[in-house]
T-cell receptor
């Protein structure tokens, strides 16, 4: 079955610390992978996406993600978190069919 | 500005009273889709449309209808709303439904928070 898993429901980090949000997918082929961010009361904004090629993808706001086929993972990272990064993050994958599979989200809290 | 516009942003209604949530995009996208977001469940697809007059069910279509008479508009219709349809709804569009989601992925609206009492 096709699915995407974000094992961490809530993560708290200190401002300036590094961040890694985990994402694992289940799919028989290489999917199209996305990370979206949702700030409180806002819609979803695309951070980055992976389709093929270089497995380390750079996105907006200083985020990056690495696709690891052997681990079926697409973890999101940021070297130094800012207070404005507090939000909910969704890992999303698109299979060959016309559907997006959303993870359940990881809520990020940033403490001073 | 390229965007997906949903209206209304907030809606409180009573059980059984028909309602429509509108969605409009100004990017000439062929693909449009509706999702509902519930705590702990992420976003789940309700319906999608690959072009004018072409719609199909997503994962949770029960209790919803859609139409795609024009390329830019994709309204979500609840003929007889029930409390279990209380949720946050998002409309999204993409220029490339078959492949990568287009250069900018999928563009989402700001959401409609619906409460059915």
């Amino acid at each position: 079955a096709q699915s995407v898993t974000q094992p961490d429901i809530h993560i708290t980090v200190s401002e300036g610390a590094s961040l890694e949000l985990r994402c694992n997918y289940s799919y028989g082929a290489t999917p199209y992978l996305f990370w979206y961010v949702q700030s409180p009361g806002q819609g979803l904004q695309l951070l980055l996406k992976y389709f093929s090629g270089d497995t380390l993808v750079q996105g907006i706001k200083g985020f990056e993600a690495e696709f690891k086929r052997s681990q079926s993972s697409f973890n999101l990272r940021k070297p130094s978190v800012h207070w404005s990064d507090a939000a909910e993050y969704f890992c999303v994958f698109k299979s060959g069919a016309n559907n997006l599979f959303f993870g359940t989200g990881t809520r990020l809290t940033v403490i001073p | 500005e390229a965007q997906v516009t949903q209206n209304p942003r907030y809606l409180i209604t009573v059980t059984g009273k028909k309602l429509t949530v509108t969605c409009s995009q100004n990017m000439n996208h062929e693909y449009m889709s509706w999702y509902r977001q519930d705590p702990g469940l992420g976003l789940r697809q309700i319906y999608y449309s690959m072009n004018v007059e072409v719609t199909d069910k997503g994962d949770v279509p029960e209790g919803y209808k859609v139409s795609r008479k024009e390329k830019r508009n994709f309204p979500l219709i609840l003929e007889s709303p029930s409390p279990n349809q209380t949720s946050l709804y998002f409309c999204a569009s993409s220029s490339d439904p078959f492949g990568s989601g287009g250069e900018y992925g999928y563009t989402f609206g700001s959401g409609t928070r619906l409460t059915v009492v």
